[in-house]
C-alpha cells in the first residue's frame, strides 16, 4: 500500500550532545529545513509551570512549596545538584512527563505532517529514551572546547555539575547513527546538518518503497 508524506509518520530523530557541544544551534538548522522540532529543556520548564508537577517534585523533594518560573528552576537546582540521590529523585519525577510530552507534539497534525520530527534531548541515553527514535544524531566536542563555550554563558562550576550528570561522549558515539565534532565553523555545522536531513529522507524513502 502507497502512502504519501501527510500520512505516514514523520521520522523521529533525537538529537542529543554535551553541554556547549552546539546542538541547540543544530536544532535551528534541523527547523530551517523544514522538520518539526522540541527543545527538551523548554518541555521540563513547561512541566515545572503546572502546579501539580511543582507539587509532586516539592513532595518528592522534601521541599516547601515551589514558585513557579526561574526562582523555583533555582531553588529545586540547589536541591538536586547538592546531592546525588535528590537528583535522581527528579528524574524519576520528570523523565516519564517528557516522554508523554514527546509522544503528545509527536501526535499533533502539525508534527505529522513534517517529513523529519526531531527532538533535542541531552539526556537522552541517562533517560533510557534511545529506543524511542528512528535515528539519533551527536553533536560532540572536545571538553575543553564545550568547557570555553559553557563557561561564558554560566560558569566552569555549572558546567563541571551538569557534565558529571551525562553519559561520556565516546560512549554515546557509539549509539548514534550520526556523528559530528563541531570544533569548525558555523557553516561547516550547516552543511553536516543539510547533509543529515538528505540522508534521513533518503532512508526514508526507500524504506517506504520497501513496504
Same mark, same amino acid.
Given at each position: 500500500m502507497s502512502?504519501?508524506?501527510?500520512?505516514?509518520?514523520? @521520522?523521529?530523530?533525537?538529537?542529543?550532545g554535551g553541554i556547549g557541544s552546539g546542538k541547540s544551534t543544530a536544532l535551528l538548522m534541523f527547523a530551517a529545513r523544514g522538520a518539526a522540532v522540541l527543545n527538551s529543556d523548554r518541555v521540563v520548564h513547561d512541566l515545572l509551570e503546572r502546579p501539580e508537577v511543582r507539587a509532586r517534585v516539592a513532595q518528592g523533594l522534601?521541599?516547601?512549596a515551589i514558585p513557579p518560573g526561574a526562582e523555583g528552576r533555582r531553588l529545586i537546582?540547589?536541591?538536586?545538584?547538592?546531592r546525588d540521590e535528590q537528583l535522581k529523585r527528579l528524574e524519576h519525577i520528570l523523565?516519564?512527563?517528557?516522554?508523554?510530552?514527546?509522544?503528545?507534539w509527536l501526535a499533533t497534525d502539525e508534527v505529522r505532517s513534517a517529513p523529519m520530527a526531531v527532538v533535542e534531548l541531552p539526556m537522552l541515553f541517562e533517560a533510557g529514551m534511545g529506543a524511542d527514535f528512528d535515528r539519533i544524531v551527536l553533536v560532540t566536542a572536545p571538553e575543553e572546547v564545550r568547557m570555553t563555550r559553557h563557561e561564558g554563558r554560566?560558569?566552569?562550576?555549572?558546567f563541571e555539575r551538569r557534565a558529571?550528570?551525562?553519559?561520556p561522549e565516546s560512549w554515546k558515539r557509539s549509539r548514534s547513527?550520526? @556523528?559530528y565534532d563541531n570544533i569548525r565553523s558555523?557553516?561547516?555545522l550547516d552543511e553536516f546538518v543539510a547533509a543529515t536531513v538528505a540522508a534521513i529522507a533518503d532512508e526514508a524513502s526507500v524504506s517506504r518503497k520497501d513496504r
Open positions: 502512502t504519501d508524506s501527510h500520512t505516514s509518520k514523520p @521520522v523521529r530523530v533525537a538529537l542529543t522534601g521541599m516547601d537546582g540547589e536541591v538536586v545538584f547538592a523523565f516519564p512527563l517528557v516522554r508523554e510530552a514527546i509522544d503528545s554560566v560558569g566552569l562550576a555549572d558529571s550528570r551525562q553519559l547513527d550520526y @556523528v558555523p557553516e561547516e
